[in-house]
């Protein structure tokens, strides 16, 4: 009897092997073929890849359900463009019957592109589509189109050199505080240009200071001794001062009087187009158009100089040569032209910082009116 048991339950044993086993055995995936949807079809994508199992009788079937075999390919066939050209007011594809609409499916091969808008210049080219594509195009403006009057006058308070604004008042020469005065002065200061306010001031460094010095002629109150940022990390009541007119500085107890000439770092790069910089500025800043189209002439070409005044009584016309205080004798502009403008003020009132009122054409300022401050 004891020897039956044993031999029935070795025999179940064995049985739960052999199912435990059959249990485990996984089925391939059917084999497939990778193919491209040339339709909008639910649930199927045009261009979208997909697995094809079978074939049958013209029916495929796939991953994603059965289809037509004439709505698939091998390779994609075809390709989706987008041009994106903000000021554009026609856009035309020139060698196909078809209107050109954001994300037209095209067949691979060659198109001749045409944007254009009133007042550009119309922009044509070949494109190879090969691959869905996104083109990005701005037009050109001609060359009889204008932004309009500007004003340009000197910025008041204020200097751009080497890429920060620098504080230039009477205060710079004329008050004194400790260092903790000087920080929090710095960091409360708005200077209003125009529809501007610099309001991001901060005391300058000591390399800042120093490098200043080669610039002293930019400022109206040049020289002096100013606090910079530097503390001293071991003697935390000292902190460096620089002598801007001779290059040099020293520590200095923080609660000592001296001067303060505060800075705002904005980096506005003066390599940059007149407009091109306008852009910069009013995109960072947020400014309106024309309030920093107006910065942007600032940065640039600093502030208008008026030369070689003649009034003819006679005529009562003021001739003078207009330029800016950043010149390049490569540019043309308004350079070292003389100018003749019917008299509306005595020359002896022309102060040194004009307004001079002007036209953007063609990314080149053209002047238009000069008046006194």
């Not at 004891?2 to 996984?26: R, T």
């Not at 007149?274 to 920093?292: N, V």
């Not at 502030?303 to 040569?321: D, E, Q, R, W």
């Amino acid at each position: 009897m004891l020897k039956i048991v044993l031999i029935s339950i070795l025999l179940f044993m064995i049985g739960c092997g052999v199912a435990e086993k059959k249990i485990s055995i996984i089925k391939d995936e059917p084999k497939f073929t990778l193919m491209y949807v040339k339709v909008d079809t639910e649930p199927f994508v045009k261009a979208e890849q997909i697995k094809v199992f079978t074939i049958i009788d013209g029916i495929a079937t796939t991953s994603k359900g059965q289809i037509k075999s004439t709505d698939l390919e091998d390779k994609r066939s075809e390709f989706r463009l987008y041009i994106n050209s903000p000021n554009a007011q026609k856009i035309r594809i020139l060698n196909i019957k078809p209107k050109y609409e954001d994300g037209i499916w095209l067949k691979s091969g060659k198109y001749h592109i045409e944007i254009s808008a009133k007042k550009h210049v119309t922009y044509k080219e070949w494109v190879n589509i090969e691959k869905d594509t996104n083109l990005a195009i701005a037009l050109k403006r001609k060359h009889n189109v204008s932004l309009g009057f500007i004003k340009w006058q000197s910025p008041v308070g204020i200097k751009y050199i080497d890429g920060s604004y620098w504080q230039d008042q009477a205060v710079n020469k004329k008050k004194k505080m400790n260092w903790n005065d000087a920080k929090d002065y710095c960091q409360n200061l708005v200077i209003k240009n125009g529809k501007v306010n610099i309001d991001d001031f901060t005391l300058p460094t000591e390399s800042e200071l120093l490098s200043l010095s080669k610039h002293n002629s930019e400022l109206d109150y040049a020289g002096s001794i100013c606090w910079s940022s530097s503390s001293d990390k071991e003697h935390t009541n000292f902190a460096k001062y620089v002598y801007i007119n001779n290059k040099k500085g020293g520590w200095y107890n923080k609660e000592g009087l001296t001067y303060v000439r505060c800075v705002s770092r904005r980096n506005y790069s003066e390599k940059l187009t007149l407009l091109e910089l306008t852009k910069y500025i009013s995109k960072e800043k947020g400014y309106q158009f024309i309030d920093a189209l107006e910065s942007a002439v600032q940065i640039k070409y600093g502030k208008p100089i008026v030369k070689n005044v003649i009034y003819n009584s006679k005529k009562k016309k003021l001739s003078f040569t207009l330029k800016s205080q950043k010149y390049d004798s490569k540019k043309k502009y308004f350079y070292n032209k003389t100018h003749s403008i019917p008299m509306k003020f005595h020359p002896k009132t022309l102060k040194f910082n004009p307004v001079v009122k002007f036209e953007v054409i063609n990314d080149k300022l053209i002047f238009k009116t000069l008046k006194s401050n």
